[in-house]
């Protein structure tokens, strides 16, 4: 966003903004119809009533026909801190203003010629600024006779000068930057470019601003140091102090022909990434080391800087400075130390820095480094947001019997990647799997770790092998113990590969989307429920169909639902985006499961990002009933020996006979624990997938632990041949009782 300047600094008509050096342009004054200059348009709008063209008391800013306005009421501008030369005793200048009558004549010329100038604004290179001069485009017809009596070419595209400088009175060049002749510039400047310097939210951009502000109005070049590594907020620093060189800027080569500091050999723009990575260590007690604990800006003409440049910028550089007051090292010191230095420079065809000039640059350090250290603090604030959530989330989707999946989750904005959505999944046991999503009001850090403490008690819930309903009826509960104001919403699915059904319940969340392997996108028909932390309210769990190839989609109410459009509007729209990327590979392929969330996050619209956004999809494939092998064995002497029969008859049906040997040993120390304390029938399930799987399932909550048998011991060896043996294995409580598991590795 560009910033405008106000009616007093509105630049002059003429002005050229291709200028080199940014320049504040000023119209000259056209001819009147005697021949004499007319005077220009200016903020003030007040000109004496005897000034002519030429004359001392004609402003550079007065507006015609002001005379009367004010003769009327004895107004007159500010006059500036520049006097205007005397006139011989008893001579007139063009206008007829006796020398004894300059102190009220002269105060219609006004210091306040410099109030004309143009706010710096923006302050990019090429923009105009404070106190500068150019060219007019070549529109004047006649020459200018200054107040110093030198009469002033008609410059810019013409060529010629623009006339002398008003404290040196050597003519000054085109293009050339002249200096800020007024308070009143360093405080337009000061203003614009701290202006700069606060738009930045991060570092770069604020060391960006600097730069930019500063060259080419301020320095015609500036090297920026910072501390390595950069201290955040209370920490104290650890090592010494070391500097890098963060940033240069300086007016291109091209624009620069004095080459007054430069290099000699100037660096192409690709070697100025190696010219940033030097590093320079502040050694305790050394020139820069007191310098940088002084804070204030200094010469660079000061022994104590000239000492410390070399310091600085390197011995072996070869590096000139200009000579006198044309450098200035200005410490960068945020809010508890010295973080950083700035180094301004002036070439020798600018005028040197004043004393001033100090003042600026400690404005420009000072809200630098603050700048700075706020924009460290954001970045370490956005990086424990950023981790917090990660560690949320799941970092890996298990890979699940039966079920393939695939999930997405979009923040809210990238500044703070913090947010109350989430989803998991979750193996359960008889090869099942829960499917969760849900999200938790707001997306700030407060939610992020509500959705924590909501995910880890529904795995524990999980865990327990509780319904669907039970396990929403917890939560709430948790929520409410959470705070009266925790609300969430969560859809909680349990699918079994082998009954190729799934069991849903809902709490005030969205519906799931089922899409068959035909194309056809349904919106499943769950009750809606309540949200988490209502409290006092039932839940109600649906069993539907989950044929084989089918995808269902699991998601949060910011994909579908946005400032411009209401939730079912959204979720038809999925329906609809669904079934169109099922066309695509046919009726008899479903789409890959990657490919498919990408293509319902390619949805969203430039204004859909209202929220954060997870998503789950689930692609059921199911086990056939060939590969399932089920058995009920009575709690007695007996069924171990059965068990093992019936494992060998169905791995002889499978072709996997290589694994009789182990499985038979293992079916048998498993089935033996369940007999010994079971009281009702005993399970004995294999599962044939990617792997071999045995299941033994009985009516005793207590898990089984695994132990080292000492060598008197009769018995306590059974799961240690289960650890050495078997590829994984497991134990999970029912709410019936338990199951006790093992995966062997085909072939």
């Not at 063009?94 to 010329?109: E, I």
């Not at 100038?117 to 923006?122: L, N, T």
């Not at 940033?276 to 007191?290: D, H, I, K, N, T």
């Not at 969560?490 to 809902?506: E, F, K, S």
Request: aromatic share 4%; net charge negative; charged share 25%.
């Amino acid at each position: 966003m560009t910033e405008h300047p106000t009616s007093c600094d509105r630049p002059s008509t003429g002005a050229d903004p291709t200028d080199p050096r940014g320049a504040l342009l000023r119209t000259p004054v056209p001819p009147g119809p005697s021949g004499s200059a007319l005077p220009a348009q200016g903020c003030a709008g007040q000109t004496p009533p005897d000034a002519g063209a030429g004359s001392p008391g004609t402003s550079e800013h007065s507006q015609p026909g002001a005379e009367q306005a004010a003769g009327a009421d004895g107004h007159r501008p500010r006059p500036g801190s520049e006097g205007v030369p005397v006139q011989p005793d008893g001579a007139r200048s063009a206008t007829g203003v006796r020398s004894g009558d300059l102190p009220s004549a002269c105060a219609a010329a006004s210091g306040e010629a410099a109030a004309g100038a143009m706010d710096s604004g923006d302050l990019a290179p090429g923009d105009t600024g404070p106190g500068e001069a150019a060219s007019d485009g070549g529109r004047q017809a006649g020459p200018v006779r200054p107040a110093s009596g030198v009469p002033a070419d008609t410059g810019g595209r013409h060529g010629g000068t623009l006339g002398p400088d008003r404290r040196t009175g050597q003519p000054t060049a085109p293009g050339q930057p002249t200096p800020m002749r007024r308070d009143g510039d360093r405080l337009r400047f000061v203003g614009a470019a701290t202006r700069r310097i606060a738009r930045g939210m991060d570092l770069d951009e604020i060391v960006m601003g600097l730069c930019r502000a500063t060259v080419p109005t301020f320095a015609d070049a500036i090297l920026v140091y910072l501390r390595e590594p950069l201290p955040v907020g209370d920490e104290r620093p650890t090592g010494p102090l070391v500097l890098r060189l963060r940033r240069t800027d300086r007016i291109p080569a091209e624009r620069d022909t004095e080459g007054g500091f430069a290099p000699a050999a100037q660096p192409e723009p690709s070697e100025l990434e190696t010219v940033g990575a030097e590093l320079c260590e502040v050694r305790p007690g050394s020139a820069l080391a007191e310098v940088l604990r002084g804070v204030r800006p200094v010469f660079t003409d000061t022994p104590s800087a000239c000492a410390a440049l070399p310091e600085l910028l390197g011995e072996e550089r070869d590096f000139a400075l200009p000579e006198g007051r044309r450098a200035i090292l200005a410490p960068l010191r945020g809010r508890r130390r010295v973080i950083g230095a700035a180094l301004f420079l002036r070439g020798p065809d600018r005028v040197a820095f004043e004393a001033d000039d100090l003042l600026v640059a400690a404005q420009l350090a000072t809200h630098s480094a603050l700048g700075i250290d706020k924009a460290v603090l954001y970045g370490r604030e956005a990086y424990i947001a950023d981790e917090l959530q990660r560690t949320m989330l799941p970092e890996n989707l298990p890979r699940c019997t039966g079920v393939r999946l695939a999930s997405r989750y979009l923040p809210a904005a990238e500044t703070a990647r913090v947010g109350g959505d989430w989803y998991d999944a979750i193996p359960l046991p008889g090869s099942r799997v829960a499917l969760v999503v849900g999200d938790v009001m707001g997306h700030s850090m407060t939610s992020a770790a509500i959705m924590g403490q909501l995910r880890t008690t529904a795995q524990t819930l999980a865990g327990l092998d509780l319904p669907p309903q039970e396990v929403l009826h917890h939560l709430d509960e948790q929520a409410q113990r959470l705070g009266t104001d925790r609300m969430a919403t969560c859809l909680y699915a349990v699918y079994d590969p082998v009954a190729h059904r799934i069991t849903v319940a809902n709490a005030g969340h969205p519906p799931p989307v089922l899409l068959h392997l035909g194309g056809e996108a349904e919106v499943l028909r769950v009750p809606a429920g309540a949200p988490i932390g209502v409290g006092g309210v039932d839940f109600e769990a649906v069993e539907l169909d989950a044929p084989a190839g089918a995808t269902l989609l699991l998601y949060t109410d910011g994909l579908v639902e946005s400032r411009l459009r209401d939730v079912w509007t959204g979720i038809e729209q999925l329906r609809e985006r669904l079934a169109a990327t099922a066309q695509l590979t046919g009726p008899d392929h479903p789409p890959p499961l990657e490919a498919l969330c990408d293509e319902v996050l390619d949805m969203l619209g430039p204004g859909d990002r209202d929220d954060d956004i997870a998503l789950l999809a689930a692609r059921f494939d199911g086990i056939a009933p060939s590969d399932v092998s089920y058995w009920f064995l009575d709690p007695e002497d007996a069924a171990p020996g059965k068990a093992r029969r019936l494992a060998r008859r169905a791995l002889a049906r499978w072709g996997m006979e290589d694994l009789t040997d182990a499985v038979e040993l293992l079916v048998s120390e498993v089935v033996t624990n369940a007999v010994r304390y079971a009281s009702k029938p005993v399970t004995l399930r294999l599962l044939r997938t990617d792997v071999l799987r045995c299941e033994v399932g009985d009516d005793v909550p207590q898990l089984p632990r695994l132990r080292q048998a000492r060598a008197t011991d009769e018995g306590g060896r059974g799961l240690y041949l289960v650890n050495r043996l078997a590829r994984r294995w497991g134990a999970t409580r029912l709410s019936t009782g338990k199951v006790v598991w093992f995966e062997l590795n085909r072939g």
